[in-house]
């Protein structure tokens, strides 16, 4: 059975760098990419950035592409997303989700990683 | 970016209706349109992908129609476990833009 696990909730104060993970089971993990998607509270689902973790080959979305990195490690099934500087507007749920090729759709998600920044 | 606007923002519907929710694309994504389901405190699921093939496990109850710019998601009878959230995407090209959503309350 395929599965995404997410690492646990994160409370951090501004400034403060982060790295969530989004660990793969049940599946060739280097078949599939991984995208991540944000969530502030209240809102919409906003498409972050993708990695194949075949060949690590990124794309970020213009509104993220700066401020975190995505990043996977095979070995270990796991994709990352990080900050180096988090911000107070980065309070959110973050999502990741599996899709395989161009054109396919998000068939499976994790459960999410709610990450507070306050101070 | 392709933008993607769904419509209504919000639906009161009663269980027993016959729901339909639109989104339009900014451009054309041919059948590349992908819908979901969001509950609170969970994560999306998809229920419709490449506008009209139903996602294994989802009811049939569940329909999407569309191509190029126009879409739609029907839900034929309304179940309480249906009010929910539910957003469009498209996956024609990156970014794969989300609606913003389509909160279905129970009226």
């Known amino acids: 059975e395929v599965h995404l696990v997410q690492s646990g909730a994160e409370v951090k104060k501004p400034g403060e760098s982060l790295r969530i993970s989004c660990k793969g089971s049940?599946?060739?993990?280097?078949?599939?990419?991984i995208t991540w998607v944000r969530q502030m509270p209240g809102k919409g689902l906003e498409w972050m950035g993708t990695?194949?973790?075949?060949?690590?080959?990124?794309k970020y979305s213009l509104s993220f592409e700066g401020h975190v990195t995505i990043s996977a490690d095979k070995s270990i099934n796991t994709a990352y997303l990080q900050w180096s500087t988090l911000e107070a507007s980065d309070t959110a749920m973050y999502y990741c989700?599996?899709?395989?090729?161009?054109?396919?759709?998000?068939?499976?998600w994790g459960q999410g990683t709610l990450v507070t920044v306050s101070s | 970016d392709i933008q993607m606007t769904q419509s209504p923002s919000s639906l009161s519907a009663s269980v027993g209706d016959r729901v339909t929710i639109t989104c339009r694309a900014s451009?054309?994504?041919?059948?590349?349109l992908n819908w979901y389901q969001q509950k609170p405190g969970k994560a999306p699921k998809l229920l419709i992908y490449?506008?009209?093939s139903l996602q294994s496990g989802v009811p049939s109850r569940f329909s999407g129609s569309g191509s190029g710019t126009d879409f739609t998601l029907t839900v034929s009878s309304l179940q309480p476990e249906d009010f929910a959230t539910y957003y469009c995407?498209?996956?024609?090209?990156?970014?794969?833009?989300f609606g913003q959503g389509t909160k279905l309350e129970i009226k």
């Open positions: 990695i194949d973790p075949n060949d690590s080959y990124i």
């Open positions: 995407q498209q996956s024609f090209i990156t970014p794969g833009t």
């Open positions: 989700a599996r899709r395989g090729g161009t054109g396919t759709p998000f068939d499976y």
């Open positions: 490449s506008a009209s």
């Open positions: 451009q054309s994504i041919s059948t590349y």
């Open positions: 049940g599946y060739s993990f280097t078949t599939y990419w």
